[in-house]
């Protein structure tokens, strides 16, 4: 028998025992992927990549910020000038968990408002009758966590469901498209005048100490 039929069996025999266990491998965090089968544990495929899942709230990818936060702690990733003001950057939130605090603030969603630009999530401006809200840039988690809702909870003991339809920017700020207003803070959850409403909250208090978790 010459030399190449049996490279070629080789090869062959080589290639059938290989690719099963090939095609079953996991992708960790950050690893390609297509599809929920191809990432290992809790992981979800974000983006093509494998990342933690937001509305479990795992922690798993904690060097990515993937499930909204770094672990226990998010440091700011740099900053901001605005008129001779210096603000920290962030690119991450702190975890999510069943209970997360926040700042809850205010924001005007319709054309014209507070906002700026349409909402990111559905390139839409939202009446001051919907109960809207955009995240914190970790927390947005470019994007996956858009047109889902959150459960927010005042120290009044009053809950409301609010849909997600913006990012906080707390990376950019200071122009047009952030109708001029500052970088967020890592730790924002900002409202509409219904989100506070439903709270019984005084919207010209500005900043309230809240909490919320996936819906």
């Known amino acids: 028998m010459s030399p190449l039929p049996l490279l070629l069996c080789l090869s062959l025999l080589f290639n059938i025992f290989t690719l099963p266990f090939l095609s079953q491998a996991l992708s960790s965090c950050n690893g390609p992927c297509q599809t929920l089968d191809d990432c290992a544990g809790q992981l979800i495929c974000i983006n093509g990549k494998c990342n933690d899942d937001p509305d479990v709230g795992t922690t798993t990818c904690k060097s990515s910020g993937g499930g909204g936060g770094s672990g226990g702690t998010c440091n700011p990733s740099g900053s901001l000038t605005c008129e001779g003001k210096t603000y920290p950057t962030y690119t991450c ?37 919907e109960k ?16 889902k809702l959150i459960t927010i909870t005042a120290s009044n003991g009053r809950s409301v469901s609010a849909t997600v339809v913006d990012e906080c920017d707390s990376m950019r700020g200071c ?10 803070k890592n730790n924002i959850v900002d409202g509409s005048d219904a989100v506070w409403s439903a ?8 900043v309230v100490d809240v909490t919320w978790s996936m819906a």
């Open 175 to 184: 122009d047009d498209e952030h109708a001029g207003q500052p970088p967020c």
């Open 132 to 147: 809207v809200v955009a995240l914190s840039t970790g927390w947005y988690n470019e994007g996956s966590r858009c047109g």
């Open 93 to 129: 939130s702190p975890p999510v968990t069943s209970s997360t605090p926040a700042k809850l603030t205010n924001n005007d969603f319709s054309e014209g408002g507070d906002g700026g630009a349409p909402s990111e999530c559905d390139e839409k401006f939202h009446s001051n009758s």
């Open 199 to 206: 709270l019984g909250l005084n919207k010209d208090v500005g």
